[in-house]
T-cell receptor, first 108, second 114 residues
């Protein structure tokens, strides 16, 4: 079946450092979505990428969709304590499959 | 205000109890979902309803029984659960049952099985 793999599982950074999480699929995806889940909270939709090679930005967050539509990345520039949480990618062809998520831990 | 409301927020039950989780969405969406979230595991899709019809059931044990009386409400009926069923149960909705639609999640029900 369809698998969406996400690395790393955990990432510790100092506040102000950059952070990147990567998402890879075993199959071609029709789209990729990114969600953020704060500690004790629920996943919140951040963005969706649909086109091959697409790049979208939200303030300090940059999202990329690979040319082959099998991988994606989320990059945060100059992390802040409010960025703490778990970032999930989710993609699919005939159904949405979530990755395991990357837990971002920020040390002040 | 998430637009998707789940009750109760916390539930502790014994293995022989019967209880129900409730989800209500105020977004006018046509699709609703139940997910299970355990530590160290990805979000596991359990059930999908589109226009009140079940469209997906991912090999979920029969001790979990969903019900969708209308497009705004979704229930998960629980009976004779096992300790490994302790988890966060999340409800979500989307405009349509399509991989291109973002999903809106509720706050979840934290379930503990004694």
């Amino acid at each position: 079946g369809q698998q969406v793999m996400q690395i790393p599982q955990y990432q510790h950074v100092q506040e102000g450092e950059d952070f990147t999480t990567y998402c890879n699929s075993s199959t071609t995806l029709s789209n990729i979505q990114w969600y953020k889940q704060r500690p004790g909270g629920h996943p919140v939709f951040l963005i969706q990428l649909v086109k091959s090679g697409e790049v979208k930005k939200q303030k300090r967050l940059t999202f990329q969709f690979g040319e082959a539509k099998k991988n994606s990345s989320l990059h945060i520039t100059a992390t802040q304590t409010t960025d703490v949480g778990t970032y999930f990618c989710a993609g699919g062809a005939d159904g949405l499959t979530f990755g395991k998520g990357t837990h971002l831990i920020i040390q002040p | 205000e998430t637009g998707v409301t789940q009750t109760p927020r916390h539930l502790v039950m014994g293995m022989t109890n019967k209880k129900s989780l409730k989800c209500e969405q105020h977004l006018g969406h046509n699709a609703m979902y139940w997910y299970k979230q355990s530590a160290k595991k990805p979000l596991e899709l359990m059930f999908v309803y589109s226009l009140e019809e079940r469209v997906e059931n991912n090999s979920v044990p029969s001790r979990f029984s969903p019900e969708c009386p209308n497009s705004s409400h979704l229930f998960l009926h629980l009976h004779t659960l096992q300790p490994e069923d302790s988890a966060l149960y999340l409800c979500a909705s989307s405009q349509d049952w399509s991989v291109n639609q973002p999903q809106h999640f509720g706050d979840g029900t934290r379930l503990s099985i004694l």
